[in-house]
């Protein structure tokens, strides 16, 4: 037998071995997938109470990360759907729908009947048809202990013009799955890799599929060539050629008995037609030049419209037998198919405002290389470091790696404005994982994510702009406060289990329980439920003494009593609680410590 029947023999072998793998992880997921869906089923029985589209101005939304986030093909908006929320002890998934005016710098969610079930890790892909689709496939829901998971295998469609939701059902598509990719390309959705996890076990796909916007059919590739290992989370993209790209993402295999271990791929493939055939597709794996990024995982990826790639971000997992460490990145990469290179964003910082007097001349504007080259002395990467110390008394340290202002390699003007004209502090997203990214008029958005300090996972709710054909500063349109980050303990996960499952969502309010100390000085936890995040915890020292805390809102006031159980605080319209702006939390912390 040649080396060509070896290998297709070979590659016969894996298949069936995969096949059997997602048999037996079919099985054994099954009966845990069953009870998940009694409660996906309560939550569906609560989006059916919503029988007409409401559009309510709003507040940015809740923190989250796994969520999608896409430009409107023909309006000035971006569309944030679903995501998850960690607060320690339980797992909060959602299925709203919001929409951020990039014009009026205006949130909006809308409520639309029948919408999909709550989510994660899914998969959205924008089109211009029909007034603008919004097409989605796939994710996840995890129980509210965050240790069971329900993999999707539905396909939705979102029809911007008349906002109605409508399930497409075919046969034949992909199993369910979570971290997968998807495209569009030409009159097709491709689909590309994912994994499915239960309990015990958990597989890694690599399959191809195509999704036929005319017939609403499904069909599955099987491209020729060794194509990529299977893998989560990977950039998927489409060139100027028509090929489509893969690069990176993410998998894990069991080296012994509940021992696992992670790979952070950094490969790169290419699906292109075989002799420019659309029934035939092969692998090619390609070497790109350039920066490359480092191997990490749960970067974000946006494409621009002149086809160039973004990957933002993630984590590099440093791995070993019983502990798990991480370093989360804020780089920003550009991946060019027409040269087949990679690029290291390099930020120019600000424009300097200072003017010069020259000897016998008036005070002239700098010129614009001269004032993109403020501030490019410094060649190095600019590590900013910064501790925020959160409600608990823990101390989150956040390292933020900035390229260093101006181009690359440009040397220093002579006529450099002195020391004290030196920019303020450096703006731009702290580094994470997992965050969204959306790319609209020209300009990058950034919104959420993650990192962890410790044990502890901070889930971001900012949001960020870069604009691309200036590169010069990232622009914060919401900001975030880490240390303001809500954190439970697991020791609280008796006493907040009492609450029910219908917390999950975040729809229904619900008073929380009373916490800290007896009567006396000490410390007590104050808690505020809000439908942004499902708690705001202070721990906050007391005596019976104190002034009652003040908590402000759209509505009026209303005050916490210095003792006993707090009242809750809510808005206007009775559907959000509201947290304390940080000014009335430090002070309320001076009150109750001087008490």
């Keep these: ?24 992880v079919s099985k054994r997921s099954r009966k845990e997938e069953e009870d998940l869906e009694a409660l996906i089923a309560h939550f569906q029985t609560l989006d059916a109470a919503k029988t007409q589209i409401v559009e309510t101005p709003c507040p ?27 607060n320690g002890q339980k797992t909060f998934m959602y299925n709203d729908l919001y929409t951020y005016n990039i014009r009026k710098d205006a949130w909006t969610r809308v409520d639309i009947p029948n919408p999909p079930p709550r989510r994660c890790a899914h998969q959205a892909v924008v089109l211009p048809q029909g007034g603008g689709q919004l097409w989605a496939f796939g994710g996840e829901f995890a129980s509210p202990d965050g240790e069971r998971f329900y993999h999707y295998k539905d396909l939705w469609v979102l029809h911007l013009a008349t906002k109605t939701w409508e399930q497409v059902r075919a046969s034949g598509g992909p199993s369910g799955r979570s971290g ?76 012994k008995k509940d021992v696992d271990r992670g790979t952070q791929h950094s490969d790169m493939f290419l699906l292109q037609p075989e002799d420019g055939r659309e029934g035939k597709w092969t692998w090619t794996r390609i070497n790109p030049a350039g920066a490359k990024p480092t191997p990490r995982s749960g970067f974000a990826v946006a494409v621009t419209p002149n086809h160039q790639t973004l990957l933002f971000g993630g984590v590099c997992d440093r791995e070993e037998e019983e502990s798990l460490e991480g ?19 390099q930020l120019k910082g600000p424009k300097s405002e200072k003017r010069r007097r ?10 614009a290389d001269k004032q993109e080259c403020a501030g490019a002395g410094a060649q190095g990467p600019l590590e900013v470091v910064r501790e925020v110390v959160t409600e608990d008394g823990t101390v989150v340290t956040i390292r933020q ?14 006529e450099e404005d002195s020391p004290d004209n030196a920019s303020g502090p450096v703006v731009g997203p702290s580094p994470r994982s997992n965050a969204m990214l959306a790319v609209k008029h020209g300009r990058l958005y950034l919104y959420g994510g993650m990192f962890e300090a410790g044990d502890r996972q ?17 622009t914060a349109l919401v900001e975030m406060d880490p240390g303001a980050q809500e954190w439970l303990e697991d020791t609280d996960s008796e006493e907040d289990s009492s609450e029910g499952d219908s917390a999950e969502g975040g729809d229904e309010d619900e008073d929380s329980g009373e916490s800290g100390a007896e009567a006396g000085v000490g410390v007590r936890s104050w808690a505020l439920k809000s439908q942004r995040a499902p708690f705001f915890i202070f721990n906050i020292p007391y005596s019976e003494n104190a002034v009652p805390l003040v908590c402000r809102d759209t509505a009026g006031s209303s005050s916490f009593p210095a003792a006993g159980r707090p009242r809750h605080c809510r808005d206007a319209d009775r559907r959000e609680w509201l947290c304390p702006p940080v000014a009335e939390r430090d002070l309320a912390r001076k009150v109750f410590v001087e008490g």
């Design 1 to 24: 037998m040649g080396k060509k029947g070896k290998k297709e023999k070979k590659g016969r072998g894996a298949e069936k071995t995969a096949a059997k793998m997602e048999k037996k």
């Design 60 to 86: 940015p939304p809740s923190p989250r990360l796994h969520a999608s986030l896409s430009a409107h093909p023909e309006k000035d908006e971006l569309i944030l759907f679903g995501g998850e929320y960690f």
């Design 401 to 414: 790696t900035l390229a260093a202002p101006g181009s690359a390699g440009r040397p220093p003007s002579d």
């Design 180 to 255: 997968h990719r998807m495209v569009a390309w030409k009159r097709q959705l491709v689909l590309f890799g994912g994994f499915h996890e239960s309990t015990r076990d958990y597989i890694y796909y690599n399959d191809v599929y195509f999704f036929n916007l005319d017939t609403f059919t499904w069909s599955r590739l099987s491209p020729s060539g060794a194509g990529p290992t299977p893998r989560s989370g990977c950039q998927m993209s489409v060139t100027p050629q028509g090929s489509i790209v893969i690069y990176g993402g993410y998998s894990k295999q069991r080296v």
């Design 358 to 367: 020259r000897r016998g001349k008036t005070t002239e504007p700098e010129s």
């Design 327 to 345: 370093d989360f990145l804020n780089d920003l990469h550009f991946y060019d198919a027409t040269k087949n290179r990679w690029f290291a964003a």
């Design 458 to 474: 901070v889930t971001l709710g900012d949001l960020y702009c870069l604009d691309l054909h200036k590169m010069q500063e990232w």
